[in-house]
């Protein structure tokens, strides 16, 4: 069973030590980073911590802005991958942003080769505009959006 919990200070080191892998380290910022950026730009608030049968297996990040949310991280743990715990992450935290937060929409940038090759499978497009090349020319990452409204 996929919950997500608050970062506290009884989980937010074993947070930090959580590892993405090589591979992973090449799409995503390391957790501390993560946890930084949440607290001096949006709000530690905006951080779970995911576990499967109460065992921590990652962190998602994610804010609004505007009407839009953004799912600005996702790791999973390296010895917690290909085991389709990701795949059960984005269905469940899905359903929980559209329910909790009603956004019009959806929206993330990724390099990683795997949620490129799935998105559309979550309703997720690939957006080909200018605000798009923008973004892969700063950061290498293709942005996708799941319109709701």
């Known amino acids: 069973m996929i919950t997500f919990r608050k970062v506290t200070k009884h989980n937010f080191e074993d947070i930090i030590n959580l590892d993405a892998g090589k591979e992973g380290d090449n799409?995503?910022?390391?957790?501390?980073?993560?946890?930084?950026?949440?607290?001096?730009e949006h709000s530690i608030d905006n951080v779970r911590s995911i576990y499967h049968n109460k065992k921590l297996v990652g962190m998602v990040y994610y804010y609004r802005f505007n009407n839009t949310i953004w799912l600005h991280r996702l790791m999973i743990d390296e010895k917690h991958q290909n085991k389709g715990i990701g795949k059960q992450v984005l269905q469940i935290l899905l359903k929980k942003?559209?329910?909790?937060?009603?956004p019009d929409k959806i929206e993330f940038l990724t390099s990683n080769p795997i949620l490129l090759s799935k998105a559309s499978k979550y309703g997720f497009k690939k957006v080909n505009n200018e605000r798009s090349k923008n973004?892969?020319?700063?950061?290498?990452?293709?942005?996708?959006?799941?319109e709701l409204k």
Do not use: C, D, P, R
């Open 97 to 102: 942003i559209i329910k909790e937060e009603q």
């Open 135 to 146: 973004y892969y020319k700063k950061y290498k990452e293709h942005l996708f959006v799941l």
């Open 27 to 40: 799409h995503v910022a390391k957790n501390y980073y993560s946890l930084l950026e949440a607290f001096f």
